[in-house]
Protein backbone atom coordinates (compact mmCIF):
# COMPACT_ATOMS: atom_id res chain seq x y z
CA UNK A 1 0.00 0.00 0.00
CA UNK A 2 1.22 3.45 -0.75
CA UNK A 3 1.95 6.13 2.25
CA UNK A 4 -0.91 8.72 0.73
CA UNK A 5 -3.72 5.19 0.39
CA UNK A 6 -1.73 4.22 4.42
CA UNK A 7 -2.05 8.25 5.67
CA UNK A 8 -5.95 8.11 4.27
CA UNK A 9 -6.76 4.25 6.13
CA UNK A 10 -5.43 5.36 9.07
CA UNK A 11 -7.08 8.69 9.12
CA UNK A 12 -10.41 6.89 8.63
CA UNK A 13 -9.80 4.55 11.45
CA UNK A 14 -8.97 7.91 13.44
CA UNK A 15 -5.14 7.08 14.51
CA UNK A 16 -3.88 9.89 14.94
CA UNK A 17 0.04 8.60 15.89
CA UNK A 18 -0.35 6.50 12.62
CA UNK A 19 -1.38 9.48 10.76
CA UNK A 20 1.60 11.90 12.12
CA UNK A 21 4.14 9.59 11.56
CA UNK A 22 3.12 8.35 8.21
CA UNK A 23 2.25 12.21 7.43
CA UNK A 24 6.29 12.91 8.32
CA UNK A 25 7.86 10.19 6.20
CA UNK A 26 6.05 11.55 3.40
CA UNK A 27 7.49 14.80 3.81
CA UNK A 28 10.65 13.71 4.35
CA UNK A 29 10.28 11.06 1.13
CA UNK A 30 9.37 14.33 -0.66
CA UNK A 31 5.95 13.56 -1.98
CA UNK A 32 3.98 16.69 -2.55
CA UNK A 33 2.38 18.41 0.06
CA UNK A 34 -0.71 18.94 -2.06
CA UNK A 35 -1.13 15.57 -3.02
CA UNK A 36 -0.50 14.32 1.05
CA UNK A 37 -3.03 17.26 1.51
CA UNK A 38 -5.32 16.35 -1.17
CA UNK A 39 -5.24 12.92 -1.33
CA UNK A 40 -4.12 11.80 2.00
CA UNK A 41 -5.81 13.74 4.45
CA UNK A 42 -9.01 15.85 2.66
CA UNK A 43 -9.47 12.00 0.64
CA UNK A 44 -9.57 10.30 3.96
CA UNK A 45 -12.13 12.76 5.09
CA UNK A 46 -14.69 12.60 2.36
CA UNK A 47 -14.91 9.01 3.11
CA UNK A 48 -15.38 9.37 6.43
CA UNK A 49 -18.18 11.97 5.43
CA UNK A 50 -19.32 9.50 3.10
CA UNK A 51 -19.27 6.66 5.37
CA UNK A 52 -21.04 9.14 8.16
CA UNK A 53 -23.91 9.98 6.00
CA UNK A 54 -24.72 6.39 4.90
CA UNK A 55 -24.38 5.67 8.95
CA UNK A 56 -21.79 2.96 8.60
CA UNK A 57 -19.73 5.08 11.57
CA UNK A 58 -20.69 7.69 13.96
CA UNK A 59 -19.87 11.31 15.64
CA UNK A 60 -17.09 9.76 18.09
CA UNK A 61 -15.50 8.22 14.53
CA UNK A 62 -15.88 10.68 13.05
CA UNK A 63 -14.41 13.49 15.75
CA UNK A 64 -11.51 10.54 16.22
CA UNK A 65 -11.04 11.17 12.41
CA UNK A 66 -10.94 14.82 12.64
CA UNK A 67 -8.63 14.84 15.47
CA UNK A 68 -6.12 12.70 13.28
CA UNK A 69 -6.09 15.04 10.84
CA UNK A 70 -5.73 17.90 12.72
CA UNK A 71 -2.80 16.96 14.09
CA UNK A 72 -1.37 16.58 10.66
CA UNK A 73 -2.29 19.63 9.19
CA UNK A 74 -0.11 21.15 11.97
CA UNK A 75 3.17 19.26 10.64
CA UNK A 76 1.98 20.45 7.01
CA UNK A 77 0.44 24.21 7.73
CA UNK A 78 4.05 25.78 7.55
CA UNK A 79 5.06 24.00 4.11
CA UNK A 80 1.24 25.00 2.36
CA UNK A 81 2.20 28.32 3.45
CA UNK A 82 5.59 28.34 2.21
CA UNK A 83 4.85 26.52 -1.03
CA UNK A 84 1.94 28.81 -1.16
CA UNK A 85 -0.68 26.12 -2.12
CA UNK A 86 -4.24 27.74 -1.43
CA UNK A 87 -6.68 26.43 0.79
CA UNK A 88 -10.00 25.51 -0.34
CA UNK A 89 -11.29 28.77 1.79
CA UNK A 90 -11.17 30.50 5.05
CA UNK A 91 -14.33 30.46 7.16
CA UNK A 92 -14.79 32.90 10.10
CA UNK A 93 -17.27 30.73 12.97
CA UNK A 94 -18.63 31.93 16.18
CA UNK A 95 -21.10 31.74 18.74
CA UNK A 96 -23.20 35.08 19.05
CA UNK A 97 -23.01 37.90 21.20
CA UNK A 98 -25.05 36.97 25.03
CA UNK A 99 -25.08 33.59 24.29
CA UNK A 100 -22.31 30.91 25.64
CA UNK A 101 -23.36 27.50 23.78
CA UNK A 102 -20.45 26.39 21.95
CA UNK A 103 -20.70 22.81 21.22
CA UNK A 104 -22.40 23.09 18.25
CA UNK A 105 -19.99 25.68 16.50
CA UNK A 106 -17.57 23.63 17.99
CA UNK A 107 -18.18 21.16 15.79
CA UNK A 108 -18.47 22.72 12.55
CA UNK A 109 -14.99 24.28 12.91
CA UNK A 110 -13.76 20.94 13.82
CA UNK A 111 -15.42 19.17 10.19
CA UNK A 112 -14.81 22.15 8.34
CA UNK A 113 -11.24 22.12 9.19
CA UNK A 114 -10.99 18.34 8.76
CA UNK A 115 -12.73 19.02 5.32
CA UNK A 116 -9.76 21.18 4.42
CA UNK A 117 -11.23 24.68 4.86
CA UNK A 118 -9.26 27.73 7.06
CA UNK A 119 -11.19 28.36 10.10
CA UNK A 120 -10.56 31.15 12.64
CA UNK A 121 -12.92 30.58 15.67
CA UNK A 122 -13.36 33.68 17.47
CA UNK A 123 -15.10 31.70 20.51
CA UNK A 124 -18.94 32.42 22.12
CA UNK A 125 -20.54 35.65 23.15
CA UNK A 126 -19.03 37.37 19.98
CA UNK A 127 -19.89 41.19 18.98
CA UNK A 128 -21.42 41.71 15.40
CA UNK A 129 -18.03 43.77 14.74
CA UNK A 130 -16.05 40.86 15.62
CA UNK A 131 -17.77 38.75 13.29
CA UNK A 132 -17.09 41.57 10.46
CA UNK A 133 -13.77 43.39 11.47
CA UNK A 134 -12.13 39.57 10.98
CA UNK A 135 -13.74 38.61 8.15
CA UNK A 136 -12.58 41.93 6.45
CA UNK A 137 -9.13 41.59 7.76
CA UNK A 138 -8.37 38.16 7.40
CA UNK A 139 -10.35 38.27 4.04
CA UNK A 140 -12.32 35.14 4.80
CA UNK A 141 -14.94 33.88 2.52
CA UNK A 142 -17.80 32.76 4.85
CA UNK A 143 -19.08 34.04 8.23
CA UNK A 144 -20.50 31.44 10.22
CA UNK A 145 -22.78 32.71 13.03
CA UNK A 146 -24.14 30.00 16.02
CA UNK A 147 -26.81 31.02 18.32
CA UNK A 148 -28.88 28.47 20.71
CA UNK A 149 -31.59 30.87 22.03
CA UNK A 150 -34.33 32.68 20.88
CA UNK A 151 -33.27 35.93 22.59
CA UNK A 152 -28.97 36.00 21.20
CA UNK A 153 -30.61 34.79 17.58
CA UNK A 154 -31.63 38.76 16.44
CA UNK A 155 -27.77 39.69 17.04
CA UNK A 156 -27.24 37.32 13.69
CA UNK A 157 -29.63 39.90 11.76
CA UNK A 158 -27.68 42.83 13.35
CA UNK A 159 -24.60 41.33 11.55
CA UNK A 160 -26.01 41.13 8.03
CA UNK A 161 -27.62 44.44 8.14
CA UNK A 162 -24.05 45.63 9.56
CA UNK A 163 -22.42 44.12 6.67
CA UNK A 164 -24.35 45.50 4.27
CA UNK A 165 -23.46 48.74 5.76
CA UNK A 166 -20.14 48.42 5.70
CA UNK A 167 -20.54 47.39 2.14
CA UNK A 168 -19.58 44.01 1.82
CA UNK A 169 -22.33 42.15 1.90
CA UNK A 170 -23.02 39.86 -1.21
CA UNK A 171 -19.06 39.41 -1.01
CA UNK A 172 -18.94 37.01 1.53
CA UNK A 173 -21.13 34.32 2.72
CA UNK A 174 -23.20 34.23 5.75
CA UNK A 175 -24.31 30.86 7.30
CA UNK A 176 -26.11 30.16 10.31
CA UNK A 177 -27.12 27.49 12.44
CA UNK A 178 -28.56 26.79 15.97
CA UNK A 179 -31.46 24.59 17.33
CA UNK A 180 -34.01 27.37 17.40
CA UNK A 181 -33.15 29.02 13.50
CA UNK A 182 -34.39 27.75 10.44
CA UNK A 183 -34.01 28.00 6.87
CA UNK A 184 -37.54 30.08 6.89
CA UNK A 185 -35.24 31.70 9.23
CA UNK A 186 -31.85 31.92 7.16
CA UNK A 187 -34.03 33.91 4.19
CA UNK A 188 -35.89 36.50 6.46
CA UNK A 189 -32.54 38.11 7.98
CA UNK A 190 -30.51 37.77 4.52
CA UNK A 191 -28.44 35.12 4.65
CA UNK A 192 -27.04 32.77 2.41
CA UNK A 193 -27.85 29.41 4.43
CA UNK A 194 -29.18 27.45 7.31
CA UNK A 195 -27.05 25.14 8.25
CA UNK A 196 -29.36 21.92 10.24
CA UNK A 197 -25.57 20.10 11.27
CA UNK A 198 -21.75 20.05 11.09
CA UNK A 199 -21.69 17.88 7.67
CA UNK A 200 -24.34 19.86 6.47
CA UNK A 201 -22.30 23.15 6.70
CA UNK A 202 -19.24 21.01 5.11
CA UNK A 203 -21.23 20.95 2.21
CA UNK A 204 -22.96 24.07 2.40
CA UNK A 205 -19.95 26.07 2.39
CA UNK A 206 -18.41 23.72 -0.24
CA UNK A 207 -21.32 24.41 -2.60
CA UNK A 208 -21.39 28.47 -1.68
CA UNK A 209 -17.80 28.41 -2.73
CA UNK A 210 -18.00 26.04 -5.41
CA UNK A 211 -15.13 23.96 -4.42
CA UNK A 212 -14.54 20.36 -3.45
CA UNK B 1 -39.93 25.65 52.13
CA UNK B 2 -36.80 27.04 50.47
CA UNK B 3 -33.85 24.75 50.52
CA UNK B 4 -30.50 23.85 49.52
CA UNK B 5 -29.66 20.47 48.60
CA UNK B 6 -26.37 18.77 47.80
CA UNK B 7 -27.22 15.69 45.48
CA UNK B 8 -24.79 13.02 45.30
CA UNK B 9 -23.31 12.63 42.03
CA UNK B 10 -23.88 8.51 42.34
CA UNK B 11 -27.71 9.27 42.04
CA UNK B 12 -26.99 11.55 39.02
CA UNK B 13 -24.61 9.22 36.50
CA UNK B 14 -26.41 8.89 33.56
CA UNK B 15 -26.70 5.52 31.87
CA UNK B 16 -24.30 4.46 28.93
CA UNK B 17 -27.09 3.51 27.12
CA UNK B 18 -28.49 7.07 26.86
CA UNK B 19 -24.88 8.45 26.49
CA UNK B 20 -24.08 6.30 23.61
CA UNK B 21 -27.58 7.39 21.76
CA UNK B 22 -26.90 10.65 22.46
CA UNK B 23 -23.95 10.49 19.55
CA UNK B 24 -25.80 9.45 17.18
CA UNK B 25 -25.69 5.52 17.44
CA UNK B 26 -28.81 4.29 17.33
CA UNK B 27 -30.76 1.61 19.18
CA UNK B 28 -29.64 -1.88 18.38
CA UNK B 29 -26.03 -1.06 17.01
CA UNK B 30 -23.52 -2.27 19.62
CA UNK B 31 -21.04 0.54 19.58
CA UNK B 32 -17.13 -0.43 19.11
CA UNK B 33 -14.71 -0.69 22.05
CA UNK B 34 -12.92 2.71 21.98
CA UNK B 35 -16.43 4.23 22.08
CA UNK B 36 -17.25 3.01 24.89
CA UNK B 37 -14.17 3.68 26.31
CA UNK B 38 -14.71 6.92 25.75
CA UNK B 39 -18.34 6.98 27.03
CA UNK B 40 -16.36 5.12 30.03
CA UNK B 41 -13.72 8.12 31.02
CA UNK B 42 -16.58 10.56 30.22
CA UNK B 43 -18.39 9.33 33.40
CA UNK B 44 -15.53 8.99 35.15
CA UNK B 45 -14.43 12.79 34.73
CA UNK B 46 -18.14 13.74 35.63
CA UNK B 47 -18.27 11.39 39.14
CA UNK B 48 -14.90 13.51 39.25
CA UNK B 49 -15.67 17.01 39.05
CA UNK B 50 -19.45 17.24 38.58
CA UNK B 51 -21.05 18.69 42.29
CA UNK B 52 -24.93 18.68 41.83
CA UNK B 53 -26.61 21.26 44.09
CA UNK B 54 -30.63 22.27 43.92
CA UNK B 55 -32.59 24.76 45.44
CA UNK B 56 -36.36 24.66 45.77
CA UNK B 57 -38.87 27.30 47.50
CA UNK B 58 -42.26 26.64 48.17
CA UNK B 59 -44.97 29.24 46.88
CA UNK B 60 -48.21 29.99 46.56
CA UNK B 61 -50.21 29.83 43.37
CA UNK B 62 -50.86 33.96 44.10
CA UNK B 63 -47.11 33.95 44.36
CA UNK B 64 -46.58 32.44 40.79
CA UNK B 65 -49.43 34.35 39.10
CA UNK B 66 -47.10 37.44 39.48
CA UNK B 67 -43.99 35.52 38.71
CA UNK B 68 -45.56 33.25 35.55
CA UNK B 69 -46.24 36.23 32.95
CA UNK B 70 -42.33 37.19 33.11
CA UNK B 71 -41.77 40.09 30.54
CA UNK B 72 -45.17 39.79 28.96
CA UNK B 73 -43.72 37.52 25.81
CA UNK B 74 -45.20 33.90 26.94
CA UNK B 75 -47.56 32.42 24.47
CA UNK B 76 -51.00 33.37 24.99
CA UNK B 77 -51.83 29.65 25.90
CA UNK B 78 -49.65 27.43 27.31
CA UNK B 79 -49.48 23.87 28.98
CA UNK B 80 -47.99 25.00 32.32
CA UNK B 81 -50.73 28.08 32.46
CA UNK B 82 -53.13 25.63 32.22
CA UNK B 83 -51.99 23.24 34.67
CA UNK B 84 -51.01 25.27 37.74
CA UNK B 85 -53.62 27.28 37.90
CA UNK B 86 -55.67 23.73 39.06
CA UNK B 87 -51.92 22.58 40.63
CA UNK B 88 -52.42 21.81 44.45
CA UNK B 89 -48.55 22.45 45.42
CA UNK B 90 -45.63 24.52 43.63
CA UNK B 91 -42.36 25.22 43.93
CA UNK B 92 -39.88 27.06 42.11
CA UNK B 93 -36.19 25.38 41.47
CA UNK B 94 -33.02 25.37 40.02
CA UNK B 95 -29.77 22.99 39.64
CA UNK B 96 -26.84 22.96 38.89
CA UNK B 97 -23.39 20.82 38.38
CA UNK B 98 -21.26 23.57 39.07
CA UNK B 99 -18.49 25.20 36.24
CA UNK B 100 -15.76 23.03 36.57
CA UNK B 101 -17.22 20.34 34.51
CA UNK B 102 -18.24 22.96 32.16
CA UNK B 103 -14.90 24.14 31.96
CA UNK B 104 -13.33 20.43 31.29
CA UNK B 105 -15.47 19.93 28.03
CA UNK B 106 -14.00 22.84 26.83
CA UNK B 107 -10.74 22.21 27.90
CA UNK B 108 -11.00 18.98 25.97
CA UNK B 109 -11.95 20.63 22.95
CA UNK B 110 -8.97 23.11 23.22
CA UNK B 111 -6.77 20.32 23.18
CA UNK B 112 -8.03 18.11 20.71
CA UNK B 113 -10.10 15.19 22.20
CA UNK B 114 -13.01 16.32 20.56
CA UNK B 115 -14.99 13.06 20.95
CA UNK B 116 -14.29 12.40 24.39
CA UNK B 117 -15.51 16.64 24.70
CA UNK B 118 -18.74 15.91 23.09
CA UNK B 119 -19.20 12.94 25.17
CA UNK B 120 -18.67 14.64 28.35
CA UNK B 121 -21.14 17.83 27.20
CA UNK B 122 -23.53 14.65 26.83
CA UNK B 123 -22.76 12.86 30.56
CA UNK B 124 -22.83 16.56 32.11
CA UNK B 125 -26.27 17.58 30.30
CA UNK B 126 -27.61 14.23 31.08
CA UNK B 127 -26.59 14.55 34.72
CA UNK B 128 -28.58 17.96 34.97
CA UNK B 129 -31.37 16.30 33.95
CA UNK B 130 -31.01 13.67 36.54
CA UNK B 131 -30.08 16.57 39.45
CA UNK B 132 -33.39 18.12 38.55
CA UNK B 133 -35.63 14.79 38.43
CA UNK B 134 -33.85 14.00 42.54
CA UNK B 135 -34.79 17.12 43.21
CA UNK B 136 -38.41 16.75 41.93
CA UNK B 137 -38.32 13.31 43.67
CA UNK B 138 -37.01 15.09 47.14
CA UNK B 139 -39.77 17.52 46.66
CA UNK B 140 -42.67 14.68 46.11
CA UNK B 141 -41.52 12.91 49.66
CA UNK B 142 -41.78 15.93 50.85
CA UNK B 143 -45.38 16.17 50.06
CA UNK B 144 -45.77 12.50 50.54
CA UNK B 145 -44.60 13.23 54.26
CA UNK B 146 -47.23 15.90 54.69
CA UNK B 147 -49.74 13.91 53.35
CA UNK B 148 -50.25 15.85 50.31
CA UNK B 149 -49.45 13.49 47.92
CA UNK B 150 -50.83 9.94 46.92
CA UNK B 151 -51.19 7.70 44.26
CA UNK B 152 -54.02 9.61 42.34
CA UNK B 153 -51.16 12.81 42.42
CA UNK B 154 -48.61 13.26 39.87
CA UNK B 155 -45.78 15.58 39.54
CA UNK B 156 -43.97 17.81 36.38
CA UNK B 157 -41.43 20.14 35.94
CA UNK B 158 -41.68 23.15 33.37
CA UNK B 159 -38.86 25.68 32.32
CA UNK B 160 -38.92 28.78 30.58
CA UNK B 161 -37.84 28.42 27.35
CA UNK B 162 -40.38 25.44 26.75
CA UNK B 163 -43.51 24.59 26.32
CA UNK B 164 -44.71 28.47 25.43
CA UNK B 165 -43.46 29.54 28.49
CA UNK B 166 -41.05 32.11 27.02
CA UNK B 167 -36.90 32.53 28.27
CA UNK B 168 -37.29 35.80 29.61
CA UNK B 169 -39.34 34.35 32.43
CA UNK B 170 -36.03 33.44 34.17
CA UNK B 171 -35.84 36.91 35.18
CA UNK B 172 -38.90 36.78 37.73
CA UNK B 173 -38.11 33.47 38.90
CA UNK B 174 -34.81 33.94 39.78
CA UNK B 175 -35.58 37.52 41.50
CA UNK B 176 -37.70 34.93 43.55
CA UNK B 177 -35.73 31.69 44.02
CA UNK B 178 -32.17 33.45 44.03
CA UNK B 179 -30.35 30.55 42.44
CA UNK B 180 -27.21 32.75 42.80
CA UNK B 181 -27.25 30.90 46.45
CA UNK B 182 -26.00 28.19 44.49
CA UNK B 183 -23.86 29.91 42.18
CA UNK B 184 -26.29 30.21 39.11
CA UNK B 185 -26.27 33.47 37.51
CA UNK B 186 -28.40 34.86 34.93
CA UNK B 187 -27.24 37.13 31.99
CA UNK B 188 -28.75 39.19 30.06
CA UNK B 189 -30.13 36.87 27.67
CA UNK B 190 -31.28 34.80 30.36
CA UNK B 191 -28.68 32.38 30.10
CA UNK B 192 -27.98 30.24 32.93
CA UNK B 193 -23.82 29.85 33.72
CA UNK B 194 -22.54 27.50 34.96
CA UNK B 195 -24.16 26.39 31.48
CA UNK B 196 -25.22 23.00 32.53
CA UNK B 197 -28.17 24.52 35.61
CA UNK B 198 -31.64 23.92 35.10
CA UNK B 199 -34.34 26.16 36.62
CA UNK B 200 -38.42 26.43 36.95
CA UNK B 201 -41.02 24.78 38.44
CA UNK B 202 -42.24 22.08 40.07
CA UNK B 203 -46.09 21.17 39.78
CA UNK B 204 -48.01 19.34 41.68
CA UNK B 205 -51.32 18.17 41.78
CA UNK B 206 -54.53 15.68 40.66
CA UNK B 207 -53.36 13.02 37.97
CA UNK B 208 -56.08 14.45 35.48
CA UNK B 209 -54.65 18.12 35.39
CA UNK B 210 -51.66 17.05 33.56
CA UNK B 211 -53.65 15.86 30.57
CA UNK B 212 -52.91 18.55 27.31
CA UNK B 213 -52.68 17.89 23.68
CA UNK B 214 -49.17 18.79 21.89
CA UNK B 215 -51.36 20.69 19.55
CA UNK B 216 -50.18 24.11 21.09
CA UNK B 217 -48.72 26.17 18.08
CA UNK B 218 -45.40 26.22 19.77
CA UNK B 219 -45.70 22.62 19.31
CA UNK B 220 -44.46 22.21 15.82
CA UNK B 221 -41.05 24.28 16.10
CA UNK B 222 -40.53 21.41 19.21
CA UNK B 223 -38.32 18.71 17.93
CA UNK B 224 -38.75 15.99 21.28
CA UNK B 225 -42.78 16.02 22.40
CA UNK B 226 -41.28 14.59 24.87
CA UNK B 227 -44.23 16.04 27.23
CA UNK B 228 -46.41 13.54 25.63
CA UNK B 229 -44.11 10.64 27.57
CA UNK B 230 -44.12 12.56 30.94
CA UNK B 231 -47.77 12.88 30.59
CA UNK B 232 -48.11 9.18 29.93
CA UNK B 233 -45.55 8.08 32.72
CA UNK B 234 -47.60 10.35 35.08
CA UNK B 235 -51.16 8.76 34.52
CA UNK B 236 -49.32 5.56 35.07
CA UNK B 237 -47.46 5.82 38.29
Redesign the interface.
Given at each position: MDIIKEISKNLESGNTGEVVKLTEKAISDHIDVKIILNEGLIGGMSIVGERFKNHEIFLPDVLLAAKAMNAAMDILKPLLIKGDVPGLGKVVIGTVQGDLHDIGKNLVAILLKGAGFEVIDLGKDVAPEKFLDVAESENAEVVGMSALLTTTMPVMKTVIERAKARGFFGKKKFIIGGAPLSADYAREIGADAYCYDGMNAVDTVKQLLKVG | MRKIFNIPVNKVIPGINTIIRA????AGIN?DE??LK?AQEAISIFTKLAKPTGIIMELSKEDFNEIYPGEGQNASSTPVEQIYKKSNDLALYAVTIEEEICEK??DQ?SI????L???L?TVASEGTELTAQALEEIYKEHLININRFNGDYGILRFSP?YCGWH??GQKKLFKSLHPEDIGIEL?????M?P?KSISGIIISGKKEIFKFDDSFPFCA?C?THSCMERIEKIQKQ
Open positions: - | QGIPPRTLISFGEYAGLMDGISNSSFLQLDA
